[in-house]
C-alpha cells in the first residue's frame, strides 16, 4: 500500500472540510424548506373606491381566535401600519426654589473715641530751643571780650586774638539761626491758614486724612444684615402631551381616485409552532379616509368571512428538526472514517 505525504493529507483534509461545509448548508435549507408544514391560506380582496373624493383605506381584520395572522399585501409588499395622535396625560415632578430673607442678630461694631484713640506724642522742642538760646548768649560775651582783648595786645598777638573772636561769632550767628528756624516755620503756617481761610477752607480740613473721627463718648452702633435662605419644594404637576402612535391592527392603502380598483392578498398563518384545527370567523373592516378632510368621513365597511384548517398530525411539525439530526450524524461519521483513512 502506498503513503500520502503530509502536504496531500492537508489538502485532502481542507478539501472535504470545505465540500462539507457548503453542503450541509444547502442540504439542510432543503430539508427545512421541504418538511416544514406550510398550511397557510391566501385570500384575494378587491377593494373600489365607489365615491367621488380622492381617498384612502384604512383596513382591520379581527378574528376570536387567538392563534391566527393576519397579513395583507399588494403586489407581494405589506401594507404601511397607521399612525394616530393621542393624548396621554405625563406626571412630571418640578423642583420649585424659593428665597426668603431672614434677619439676623445684630453685631456691634467697633467702638472708638478720643479718649481710646491713639495720641501721637508731640516732640518736646522747648528744652533745645533754651540750650540753643544759651549757646548763642555765651558766644556772644565770650566773642565782645576776645575782640576787645586783641585791640589791646600789639602785632600778632592781638592778631590772633581777633580770629579767635572771629570764630566766635560764628557760633553765635548759627546758634541764634538755629533757635530761629521754628519761629519762621511756625509763621509760615500761621499765613497758610490765614490764606485757607480767606478761601473757605478750614485749617482742620487741609489736615484731614481723608478718615471720619469718632465722637468723644462710650457708644456702640449696630450693623443690621439680612441673610437669604433658599427652600426647595417638590411639586408634582400633570401635562398633557401629543404623541404619535401606531395604530393597532390597521393598515392604510395607497390613494385610491374615484372609481379605482385595488387587488389585495390576505395572507392567513398560525401565531404559534402549530395550526388549529377547524373552521374560524373572520371580520375585516374598511374605513375610506378622504384626503380633503373638510369632505368628512365616510362610514365603515364591515364584511365577515370564514377560514378551516384541516388536522395535521403531531409528527409532521417534528420532520425537520429530526431530519436535520440524522444528517448530522450521517456527517459526523463519514468525516471521522474519513480522517481515520486519511491520517492513519
Avoid at 492537508?10 to 478539501?15: E, F, G, H, R
Wanted: net charge positive; aromatic share 8%.
Amino acid at each position: 500500500m502506498f503513503e500520502l505525504s503530509l502536504y496531500a493529507k492537508v489538502a485532502i483534509t481542507a478539501l472535504f472540510v470545505f465540500v462539507a461545509i457548503i453542503l450541509s448548508i444547502l442540504i439542510i435549507r432543503w430539508l427545512v424548506r421541504t418538511l416544514r408544514v406550510e398550511a397557510d391560506q391566501l385570500e384575494t380582496l378587491k377593494l373600489v373606491n365607489r365615491g367621488n373624493a380622492t381617498c384612502q383605506y384604512h383596513l382591520a381584520v379581527e378574528s376570536p381566535a387567538p392563534s391566527l395572522k393576519f397579513s395583507l399585501f399588494t403586489d407581494g409588499v405589506p401594507l404601511a401600519p397607521v399612525y394616530e395622535e393621542i393624548q396621554e396625560e405625563v406626571v412630571e415632578e418640578n423642583t420649585v426654589v424659593q428665597e426668603k430673607a431672614k434677619s439676623i442678630p445684630s453685631i456691634p461694631a467697633a467702638n472708638t473715641s478720643e479718649a481710646s484713640a491713639t495720641k501721637t506724642e508731640k516732640p518736646n522742642a522747648d528744652g533745645a530751643l533754651k540750650a540753643g538760646k544759651d549757646v548763642s548768649v555765651k558766644s556772644g560775651v565770650f566773642a565782645n571780650l576776645l575782640g576787645t582783648l586783641g585791640s589791646i595786645l600789639p602785632g600778632s598777638m592781638g592778631s590772633s586774638v581777633k580770629g579767635a573772636a572771629g570764630q566766635a561769632r560764628k557760633v553765635q550767628s548759627t546758634s541764634a539761626k538755629a533757635v530761629q528756624a521754628p519761629k519762621s516755620a511756625q509763621r509760615k503756617m500761621d499765613s497758610l491758614q490765614k490764606s485757607g481761610g480767606r478761601l473757605g477752607v478750614k485749617a482742620d480740613a487741609a489736615q484731614d486724612t481723608g478718615v471720619a473721627q469718632p465722637k468723644a463718648g462710650m457708644r456702640q452702633t449696630h450693623s443690621k444684615r439680612e441673610q437669604v435662605e433658599l427652600s426647595r419644594s417638590t411639586r408634582q404637576v400633570v401635562k398633557t402631551i401629543t404623541k404619535t402612535v401606531e395604530k393597532a391592527g390597521f393598515v392604510q392603502t395607497v390613494d385610491l381616485n374615484p372609481g379605482d380598483a385595488l387587488f389585495l392578498a390576505l395572507e392567513i398563518s398560525k401565531q404559534g409552532k402549530r395550526y388549529p384545527t377547524g373552521s374560524f370567523a373572520y371580520s375585516i373592516e374598511s374605513q375610506p379616509i378622504p384626503l380633503n378632510r373638510q369632505l368628512g368621513t365616510a362610514p365603515k365597511t364591515l364584511k365577515k368571512r370564514q377560514v378551516h384548517f384541516d388536522a395535521i398530525p403531531a409528527w409532521r411539525y417534528w420532520m425537520p428538526s429530526v431530519s436535520v439530526s440524522l444528517y448530522l450524524v450521517a456527517l459526523a461519521l463519514s468525516s471521522y472514517y474519513l480522517f481515520l483513512f486519511v491520517w492513519k
